[in-house]
């Protein structure tokens, strides 16, 4: 009967039923029998779901069960293949196979089981367990990952130290600057964001965001390394006698806090011998912390960061039609590239790695062809290529290098990707400009081969 129903059904000629158990045990027989092919053939037939009891039939049968994960393949019945695998202990395989049915939350866990912790995080990812995938992708040492992960996850402090030191501070100041007061962090962020204020010579604003956390504390274990970091700044901008006076003070307050001694040595240019708490003590009395308050410091105030580029890259007709928010947030993902004359940016017969947009010089576009080498096309200032390697993984299909200096925009691949996943809206408009993209060179190849 199953033989029959297997060859009956077809569009416009009704339909043939016959009952799961008989269809099971036709199933059975036919993997028993080694045909795999026409049980996945009369499986994918079937208009109701009878892959779980199937499952459940082999359940105690280890051969069958290989047979029947087999079969689901042959199906594209990914998931019950996977649970077959897993079932199996096959954890590598399901995890792939989960992969393949969309189901990330299981291959998060199956490659977890195997302890391929970047796949996992992957998957977490992909599946918006953004705070699973952060920790994974934090303990293999992704932290980019680890950062745009916790960024998602909402912990802003772990996200913007993380941009911090992959010296990535215009990301980091950006969510540092989202930890509340109220946070137990806070303090920690303040730190950070004086720091890169510093390092990027506004010594001023990073003096006045740690006063407005300190707020006329004394020095104490919650405010110790406020204070720290301010001398710093304070040794930064020129004025050592401030700088001192602070050291001196965590140094009454704790004499082994961090190397305030080193620091004060450093500052006095003298061979400072260690002092004594008894000494220190002797001290508190007589050095007044002398740090003033800027003007308008009673009134903290979030610090704006200007995206060097970010117009520019806005007005690519790549990018045209993409909204404010999804523009910024792309902009993150772009890396600043420079090159030198004769550099390469794409190998002709590669995989394609990454998009880049021309920021300013030029690039010479070249075709390969056996020991000849043809200049096809030079590209300039707004010019974009490689688009197509973010959507294509086929090798590309000719050489492009710099002529002269070159800045460039690169959005590699792997970016790429991760950022579509996260944002569809986008997805959908960048992919309908890369069609458009392509078309119109498609139309110029054919006015060119037919003008020949």
């Given at each position: 009967?199953?033989?029959?129903?297997a060859?009956?059904?077809?569009?416009?000629?009704?339909?043939?039923?016959?009952?799961?158990?008989e269809?099971i045990q036709?199933?059975?027989?036919m993997?028993?029998?080694?045909?795999?092919?026409?049980?996945?053939?009369?499986?994918?037939?079937?208009?109701?779901?009878?892959?779980?009891?199937?499952?459940?039939?082999?359940?105690t049968?280890?051969?069958?069960?290989?047979?029947?994960?087999n079969?689901?393949?042959?199906?594209?019945?990914?998931?019950?293949?996977?649970?077959?695998?897993?079932?199996?202990?096959?954890h590598?395989?399901?995890?792939?196979?989960?992969?393949?049915?969309?189901?990330?939350?299981?291959?998060?866990?199956?490659?977890?089981?195997?302890?391929?912790f970047?796949?996992?995080?992957e998957?977490?990812?992909?599946?918006?367990?953004?705070?699973?995938?952060?920790?994974?992708?934090?303990?293999?040492?992704?932290?980019?990952?680890a950062a745009?992960?916790?960024?998602?996850?909402?912990d802003?402090f772990?996200?913007g130290?993380l941009?911090?030191?992959?010296?990535?501070?215009r990301?980091?100041?950006?969510?540092?600057?989202?930890?509340?007061?109220?946070?137990?962090?806070?303090?920690?962020?303040?730190?950070?964001?004086g720091?890169?204020?510093?390092r990027n010579?506004?010594?001023d604003?990073?003096?006045?965001?740690?006063?407005?956390?300190?707020?006329?504390r004394?020095?104490e274990?919650?405010?110790?390394?406020l204070?720290?970091?301010l001398?710093?700044?304070h040794?930064?901008?020129?004025?050592?006698?401030?700088?001192k006076?602070?050291?001196q003070?965590?140094l009454?307050f704790?004499?082994?806090?961090?190397?305030?001694e080193?620091?004060?040595?450093?500052?006095s240019?003298e061979d400072a011998?260690?002092?004594s708490?008894?000494?220190?003590?002797?001290?508190?009395?007589?050095?007044?912390?002398?740090?003033?308050?800027?003007?308008?410091?009673?009134?903290?105030?979030?610090?704006?960061?200007?995206?060097?580029?970010?117009?520019?890259?806005q007005?690519?007709?790549?990018?045209?039609?993409m909204?404010?928010?999804?523009m910024?947030?792309f902009?993150?993902?772009?890396?600043?590239?420079t090159?030198?004359d004769?550099?390469?940016l794409?190998?002709?017969?590669r995989?394609?790695?990454a998009?880049?947009?021309?920021?300013?010089?030029?690039v010479?576009?070249?075709?390969?062809?056996g020991d000849q080498?043809k200049?096809v096309a030079?590209?300039?200032?707004?010019d974009h290529?490689?688009?197509?390697s973010?959507v294509?993984?086929?090798?590309?299909?000719?050489?492009?290098v710099?002529?002269?200096?070159?800045?460039a925009?690169?959005?590699?691949?792997?970016?790429?990707?991760?950022?579509?996943?996260?944002?569809?809206?986008?997805?959908v408009?960048?992919?309908?400009?890369?069609i458009?993209?392509?078309?119109g060179?498609?139309?110029d190849?054919?006015?060119?081969?037919?003008?020949?």
């Amino acid at each position: 009967m199953l033989e029959h129903a297997a060859n009956q059904g077809a569009p416009g000629e009704g339909n043939t039923f016959v009952t799961t158990a008989e269809v099971i045990q036709g199933l059975v027989k036919m993997l028993g029998d080694g045909d795999v092919a026409e049980a996945a053939s009369v499986y994918s037939r079937c208009q109701e779901d009878i892959g779980y009891v199937l499952i459940n039939k082999v359940k105690t049968q280890p051969t069958l069960q290989k047979l029947v994960a087999n079969m689901f393949f042959r199906a594209r019945d990914f998931d019950k293949a996977a649970l077959a695998c897993e079932n199996l202990g096959e954890h590598a395989k399901a995890a792939q196979l989960y992969e393949q049915a969309d189901d990330y939350q299981s291959a998060a866990e199956m490659y977890a089981q195997v302890e391929n912790f970047e796949k996992a995080a992957e998957m977490f990812e992909r599946n918006q367990n953004y705070r699973q995938a952060a920790e994974l992708f934090l303990k293999v040492k992704n932290f980019s990952r680890a950062a745009a992960n916790y960024e998602r996850a909402v912990d802003y402090f772990v996200a913007g130290k993380l941009y911090h030191e992959l010296g990535k501070y215009r990301k980091s100041m950006e969510l540092l600057q989202k930890v509340q007061s109220e946070e137990e962090r806070f303090d920690q962020a303040t730190i950070l964001i004086g720091d890169i204020l510093a390092r990027n010579g506004y010594t001023d604003l990073a003096v006045k965001k740690i006063l407005n956390v300190i707020k006329g504390r004394p020095i104490e274990p919650d405010t110790a390394e406020l204070y720290y970091h301010l001398a710093g700044v304070h040794a930064i901008k020129g004025n050592e006698k401030v700088a001192k006076n602070i050291y001196q003070q965590i140094l009454n307050f704790d004499i082994s806090f961090r190397d305030v001694e080193a620091k004060l040595k450093e500052l006095s240019g003298e061979d400072a011998q260690p002092t004594s708490a008894a000494v220190a003590d002797d001290w508190a009395d007589e050095v007044e912390l002398d740090v003033e308050m800027p003007e308008g410091a009673d009134q903290p105030s979030a610090i704006v960061g200007v995206m060097d580029g970010f117009d520019f890259l806005q007005k690519i007709p790549l990018f045209e039609d993409m909204p404010l928010a999804e523009m910024k947030a792309f902009y993150n993902i772009c890396e600043e590239r420079t090159f030198q004359d004769g550099e390469l940016l794409i190998e002709q017969g590669r995989p394609g790695m990454a998009l880049y947009v021309i920021r300013s010089g030029q690039v010479t576009v070249k075709r390969v062809e056996g020991d000849q080498t043809k200049d096809v096309a030079e590209l300039t200032e707004g010019d974009h290529v490689g688009e197509m390697s973010l959507v294509d993984e086929s090798s590309t299909s000719a050489r492009v290098v710099a002529k002269g200096a070159l800045v460039a925009f690169e959005i590699s691949r792997e970016n790429f990707l991760r950022f579509l996943q996260a944002n569809d809206r986008f997805a959908v408009r960048v992919l309908r400009v890369f069609i458009r993209t392509l078309c119109g060179r498609l139309r110029d190849t054919t006015v060119k081969l037919a003008a020949q």
